[in-house]
Nanobody, 123 residues
Framework: QVQLVESGGGLVQAGGSLRLSCTASGSIYRLNGMGWFRQAPGKQRESVARIFYNGNINYVDSVKGRFTISRGAANNTIYLQMDSLKREDTAVYYC?????????????????WGQGTQVTVSS
């Protein structure tokens, strides 16, 4: 199986910064990509930022220019630098990895999730 361990959430004032990190480990044959999702109370989970192993990066419009996703040298760790935080960024942030765990002619990728880390932005 695959495990994702997140860290870096917390309480910050509006305008402040936080940095999240996530490391994937376990039965990883190939990583297609990793990313961050978030879920606020009463809302659906949404994709915040994703980084793919062809180099593509996607952001949800509401965080463009404020959040930066990056990956570590080993490619199984990602970071989310969150600057100019707003109250509406308050949510539980989940790390996601799309992983193939066994080699095959056609790889099967499954999604794995971290346990979530709370980010609270106060006014």
């Amino acid at each position: 199986q695959v495990q994702l361990v997140e860290s870096g959430g917390g309480l910050v004032q509006a305008g402040g910064s936080l940095r999240l990190s996530c490391t994937a480990s376990g039965s990883i044959y190939r990583l297609n990509g990793m990313g961050w999702f978030r879920q606020a109370p009463g809302k659906q989970r949404e994709s915040v930022a994703r980084i793919f192993y062809n180099g593509n990066i996607n952001y949800v419009d509401s965080v463009k220019g404020r959040f930066t996703i990056s990956r570590g040298a080993a490619n199984n760790t990602i970071y989310l630098q969150m600057d100019s935080l707003k109250r509406e960024d308050t949510a539980v942030y989940y790390c996601n990895a799309r992983v193939a765990t066994v080699p095959a002619t056609v790889l099967r990728y499954d999604d794995y999730w971290g346990q979530g880390t709370q980010v609270t932005v106060s006014s």
